[in-house]
């Protein structure tokens, strides 16, 4: 686990003294020894060995030209203009250079959203593996969390165009939303949400007419991201289809036709929002716009379907770099930060929401990692990895955003007031938190689809559930007796997944099971990580917060209960501290009291 105090949390220096420092300059990368250690667990040696000096690189950046990118972005939204300087009605898009500079860095430098569709992107001459490009993920968003979307989406148009498109539409449009030259980078955008639809996707009225060898888009669509994108995939119902989502079919629209004029879609205006100000979302009218089949048309939403569950996964990854930062900037206000006589990291409220903190974000970085692994085993063609990933990818979207808005709300108030102003980057976190909970489904709708679709509809509670005993029958230097707790935890939160999944009137207990799910795969997944971490370099801290997961966020407990002990004092001790702690210690913790 990253120490809470001590080297690599300290932030900047040569203040008054009188408040505590922010992470300015801070290497996000080198201060998160977790990320490297789950990184070691899940790469091949090779590929780790690849990106560690990149990865590296990005976590001096984050830490401080793109971080100071980011709060200029922030303070300048992009600015619409309907006409051009010679009065002509060419719509653009302004932005700062700021923004220009983040999007250089990540499409070009690092081409994050390439990396699991080109190969040679840093020097590898294959492409990433889907681990490889959320570590860059979850390093680039600690800095700038808005550009996560536009990076996402392309990566999610090039994907789909991959797998559906035709021989003629990949010839024509993959190679430039892969691209890592930015004179030759076409953005890709995702319009799906309308008025009349938003999580009911079967209810939208964006109509398709069929001239030619190419189609006629009429309709509005309500919230667009990345809304001058250069590509976009969207749905529309082509004339004549039946209602539902059934009839939805998958297009492609290019921003520009073939004669460089801009597409017939007008940019009605931009989104006021309350996070992620930096990047562009509109309202978008498409009055006829020339648009291009994707697929089946009868399997447009199915389709679509795919790059929703990316964007889901790459959303769990995004809300953990936000926890990830907040978790940084709260360490460094409480290691540094003299109150009472004592810095804030000794005083005991001080180390028990630390201790809340840090909880929530390695849970968050334990299943990001664990599903993006899955998705990985899917794509090499397994169907159990497949299965996996099908319940993995609501449960940890579902949480993981839900979390992220308390960790970064907590984290502001470590710094007190001054945390609420806009010079420190605890504002901007907490606006951008909301975010996740919204995008690509409310939690509503996805515990729903966690346990109504992926439990109810496909049975991937099995695979859940086999997964999970599989990590536990491969952590055999963990003790004995916390497997099998944690094999029962297992058996009983899938167990409940099935009985609310399996009746009607149990679907307001959805959001529940579903959290249950969460809290014990990654209570078993933080064990197998402590296990696996003890044999690579003596350490089985992580085994602590797989017991602090089952006290404090399964076990029901007597709310009048005293809750704070030795043994609690003993787990935060050692996960505050910076030395690491053998298996014969941290066992002896886990059967305590």
Known sequence: MQPLSGPGVTGSAGQSGLLAPDTSGMNFYRADPALTDLLR?????????????????????????????ARLADRHPP??????????????????????ELEKVAFGEFGIHAMSIRKGILGWGDRYPVVAKHAFTFL?????????????????????????????????????????????????????????????????????VQEGD??????????????????????????????????????????HLEDGSQNHYRIVRLKDKLGTRSMASGEIKLEGAIAYAVGKL?????????????????????????????????????SNRVVFGGRIVDLPLGRRQLMKIALATEQALSMSFLTADALDRAEAGSQDAAALL?????????????????????????????????????SRLLRDAHLGSIWEGTGNIVALDALKRAVGRHGADSALAADLHARLDDSANVPQAWRDR???????AVGFAREVASRADNEAEARRATSFLYHVASAVALAWEGGRIQEMRGD?????????????????????RLTENATQHAIAGHLLGERSVGIGEVGELLAAT
């Open 214 to 255: 190419h189609w006629r888009l009429s309709g509005e669509k309500w919230f667009c991201s990345n809304a001058d994108a250069e590509v976009v995939m969207l749905l529309a119902r082509p004339q004549g289809a039946e209602a539902g989502t059934r009839g939805v079919g998958l297009f492609l629209m290019p921003r």
């Open 140 to 208: 680039f968003n600690q800095a700038e969390f808005g550009l996560g979307c536009p990076i996402n989406v392309t990566d999610g148009c090039a994907k789909l165009l991959a797998n559906f498109g035709s021989d003629a539409l990949k010839a024509k449009y993959l190679d430039g939303l892969t691209q890592t030259d930015m004179s030759k980078l076409t953005q890709g955008g995702q319009f799906m949400t309308e008025k009349e639809g938003g999580s009911d996707v079967g209810k939208l009225t964006t109509s398709a």
């Open 486 to 492: 944690l094999r029962g935890l297992a058996d009983r």
């Open 390 to 426: 099908r319940i993995l990818t609501p449960t940890l979207k579902f949480r993981a955003t839900r979390d992220a808005r308390k960790v970064c709300g907590d984290a502001l108030e470590m710094r007190g007031g001054i945390g609420y102003v806009e010079e420190f980057a605890t």
């Open 41 to 69: 667990i899940h790469l091949p040696q090779a590929v780790f060995n690849h990106i560690e000096p990149h990865l590296d690189r990005l976590g001096a950046l984050a830490g401080g030209h793109l971080d100071e990118c």
């Open 298 to 334: 009868d399997r447009g939403f199915v389709q679509m379907a795919e790059m929703v569950n990316s964007s889901r996964l790459s959303n769990g990854v995004k809300s953990a770099a936000l926890m990830r930062r907040a978790h940084h900037d709260a360490m460094t206000v409480a």
């Open 79 to 100: 600015i619409l203009h309907q006409r051009d300087r010679f009065g002509r009605d060419v719509q653009w898009i302004e932005y700062h250079p700021a923004y220009r």
């Open 540 to 560: 089985a801290r992580r085994l602590l917060l797989s017991r602090l997961v089952v006290d404090h966020r399964i076990s029901a407990g007597d709310p009048f």
